[in-house]
């Protein structure tokens, strides 16, 4: 406790005195420069590491648009920028990728008649019998709001997520007429 009010003291001593705008701006300008050290296609090569073995022209599109016009141009601020720039966008790129891999399942149940009804029909007999259990029969007719609010919501979702995803479910197949 003592050596924090220490530390406060010190650091508005520094303030009123103006070094502490000084310190800042001396580890800023380090910092500037050692950004401006690193080595442009050690950046680009980080930033299609990041990227993946999906993407390996990024590479060669990567270094073409650092190298400029003439085929190289010397390293300066703005294209140190642009490096770290390709490194957010390799994120970026992996993030898609977990995205679409997390999709998955549900495009699953989106794309199967089976599996989407099970998902809407599922929570709802449950709540049925949830309903039942606690109610009795006379339950059903008292608290049929809930089971019909949340089948229309999971009715809803589905629909809404085959639209949103643009999964569409196969045909229902035709049935065979008894003779």
């Known amino acids: 406790m003592k050596l924090q009010l220490e530390v406060r003291r010190a650091l508005l001593s520094l303030a009123r005195n103006g070094i502490l705008f000084l310190i800042v701006v001396v580890l800023t300008w380090v910092f500037a420069v050692f950004i401006a ?3 442009i296609n050690g950046l680009t090569s980080l930033a299609t590491l990041l990227a993946g073995r999906e993407r390996p022209a990024l ?3 990567w270094r073409a648009h650092l190298a400029g016009e003439s085929g190289y ?3 300066t601020r ?4 642009q490096a770290l720039g390709f490194i957010v966008s390799a994120v970026r790129f992996r993030l898609a990728d ?3 891999l997390a999709w998955r ?3 699953a149940v989106l794309g199967s008649r089976f599996l989407s009804n099970l998902f809407v029909w599922g929570p709802v007999i449950v709540t049925l019998i949830a309903v039942v259990r606690h109610d009795g029969r006379f339950g059903l007719v008292a608290d049929d709001q ?4 949340l089948g229309a919501f999971l009715y809803v979702a589905i629909k809404t ?3 949103r995803r643009g999964v569409k479910p196969p045909e229902p197949k035709a049935r065979r007429v008894k003779e």
């Open 146 to 149: 809930d089971p019909v609010a």
């Open 73 to 75: 141009d010397p390293v």
């Open 37 to 39: 050290e690193l080595s």
């Open 105 to 107: 399942p549900a495009d």
């Open 59 to 61: 590479r060669d599109e």
């Open 98 to 100: 977990a995205a679409d």
């Open 78 to 81: 703005t294209k140190v920028r």
């Open 161 to 163: 997520g085959r639209w």
